[in-house]
């Protein structure tokens, strides 16, 4: 099975120009990307092979509410998937119960859900066990009333000590490993089976490059990743790209 990339640019870049240069260099099968609001419809008309994501979507479909976009919108722009949970929202003060109203209606909607879970180092620094009660609780509550319907739901495990830093300095006690990701998502991915009864796609976020992508992404266990900052280089991506696709293969 291939395993899927999702290109998530954040903030970036600042031009449309840009954005569609990106976005062209990037279109691959098994590739979701995920520019900022203002570049989705640019970038899903350059897209052939690779699908067209959003980074974030509000729960109500209509109304009075000021800077949000609902899930119907996306969809009309030709999105495809949406990431919802991601821990720089969360970090702004996104809730859990926020998070499952977005989960719920961008399934109602469509949408295929990317829901982002993952412990800090405070969970983590208690041990293994301590990081996987953490991540079950935040699944338990992102996925109350979940039954999935229309969209489809995948998961990406993204531990915030490993989002946008050079890992290996933050973790001596091998919690920086493939097998360590890779432990974690079976556990997701246990979790969640019991709970709707379907087997999810479960990726690893936090720092996957070049230089580290062949070694995660031919874990077995590992469906994909979920890119930041390595997306924003279409070179190494593309390379990124390429280790997927062989990874899947084997
Ligand atoms: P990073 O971001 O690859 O820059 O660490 C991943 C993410 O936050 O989605």
């Given at each position: 099975m291939s395993k899927l990339?999702?290109?998530?640019?954040?903030?970036?870049?600042?031009?449309?120009?840009?954005a569609v240069r990106l976005a062209r260099a990037e279109d691959a099968p098994n590739v979701v990307v995920a520019p900022p609001f203002p570049f989705l419809r640019a970038v899903g008309g350059v897209l052939r092979k690779a699908a067209l994501g959003a980074q974030d979507v509000f729960w109500e479909p209509r109304g009075a509410?000021?800077?949000?976009?609902?899930?119907?919108?996306?969809?009309?722009?030709?999105?495809?998937y949406v990431i919802v949970g991601h821990s720089e929202q969360r970090q702004l003060g996104e809730t859990d119960a926020m998070v499952n109203r977005k989960?719920?209606?961008?399934?109602?909607?469509?949408?295929?859900?990317?829901?982002?879970v993952g412990?800090?180092?405070?969970?983590?620094?208690?041990?293994?066990?301590?990081?996987q009660r953490f991540v079950a609780a935040q699944?338990?509550?992102d996925l109350r009333g979940v039954k999935v319907a229309r969209g489809s739901l995948s998961i990406a495990y993204e531990p915030l000590w490993a989002i946008s830093t050079a890992r290996s300095a933050n973790y001596k006690d091998n919690?920086?490993?493939?097998?360590?990701?890779?432990?974690?998502?079976?556990h997701i991915r246990t979790f969640v089976r019991a709970r709707l009864g379907v087997r999810?796609?479960?990726?690893?976020?936090?720092?996957?490059?070049?230089?580290?992508?062949?070694?995660?992404?031919?874990?077995?266990?590992?469906?994909?990743?979920?890119?930041?900052?390595?997306?924003?280089?279409?070179?190494?991506?593309i390379y990124i790209v390429k280790m997927a696709s062989s990874a899947g293969e084997r």
């Amino acid at each position: 099975m291939s395993k899927l990339l999702i290109a998530n640019w954040k903030m970036n870049p600042q031009t449309e120009a840009e954005a569609v240069r990106l976005a062209r260099a990037e279109d691959a099968p098994n590739v979701v990307v995920a520019p900022p609001f203002p570049f989705l419809r640019a970038v899903g008309g350059v897209l052939r092979k690779a699908a067209l994501g959003a980074q974030d979507v509000f729960w109500e479909p209509r109304g009075a509410f000021t800077g949000e976009v609902s899930p119907t919108m996306l969809k009309r722009l030709g999105v495809r998937y949406v990431i919802v949970g991601h821990s720089e929202q969360r970090q702004l003060g996104e809730t859990d119960a926020m998070v499952n109203r977005k989960v719920l209606s961008s399934l109602e909607a469509g949408l295929g859900v990317i829901l982002c879970v993952g412990e800090g180092s405070g969970a983590r620094a208690h041990g293994f066990g301590a990081a996987q009660r953490f991540v079950a609780a935040q699944l338990r509550a992102d996925l109350r009333g979940v039954k999935v319907a229309r969209g489809s739901l995948s998961i990406a495990y993204e531990p915030l000590w490993a989002i946008s830093t050079a890992r290996s300095a933050n973790y001596k006690d091998n919690a920086d490993t493939p097998e360590d990701a890779a432990a974690m998502i079976d556990h997701i991915r246990t979790f969640v089976r019991a709970r709707l009864g379907v087997r999810p796609l479960v990726f690893y976020g936090g720092s996957v490059n070049g230089g580290n992508a062949a070694r995660f992404l031919g874990n077995r266990g590992i469906d994909g990743a979920l890119v930041g900052g390595a997306s924003l280089n279409s070179k190494e991506f593309i390379y990124i790209v390429k280790m997927a696709s062989s990874a899947g293969e084997r």
